[in-house]
């Protein structure tokens, strides 16, 4: 009998240590691509989305058809990002897929570029 309790003692305790599973930043991302539609014709079959990064956000676009999908996979993205930025010791500001920022008088727009949206400052 007390060989028994040793053997469960042992085996509850290894089994009792939670799982270290870290998640990055890229894989967060790479799950939210794939929920997501981007295929466009022409600019009107886009919308735009605020889409945070671990360091400020970026306003994406992505097929008007698929935008509430797009925004429930924009949840499941955040929340995946939230735990893999860590600490963050980093900012940017309000900027368009391609990188750009918006100076004064310019704007982020939905554009479609190569049959997929996408966002610009004009």
């Known amino acids: 009998m007390r060989w028994i309790c040793l053997v469960l003692l042992g085996c509850g305790s290894s089994l009792s240590k939670p799982i270290d599973a870290h998640v990055d930043p890229a894989m967060c991302e790479a799950n ?7 295929q466009c014709v022409a600019p009107a079959d886009c919308v735009e989305l605020l ?5 400020g ?10 935008q509430a999908a797009a925004q429930t ?5 955040q929340t995946c990002e939230n735990a ?13 897929e391609d990188g750009k920022v918006p100076m004064s008088g310019q704007m982020i727009v ?3 570029v190569a049959g997929a ?3 610009t400052v004009q």
């Open 32 to 38: 939210f691509e794939a929920a997501v539609q981007r």
């Open 110 to 112: 939905a554009v479609c």
């Open 51 to 55: 889409h945070p990064d671990c360091c």
């Open 73 to 77: 996979a924009e949840g499941t993205y």
């Open 84 to 96: 893999s930025c860590g600490p963050r010791g980093c900012f940017h500001a309000l900027q368009a």
């Open 117 to 119: 949206c996408t966002t």
């Open 57 to 66: 956000d970026v306003e994406i676009a992505v097929a008007a058809s698929d």
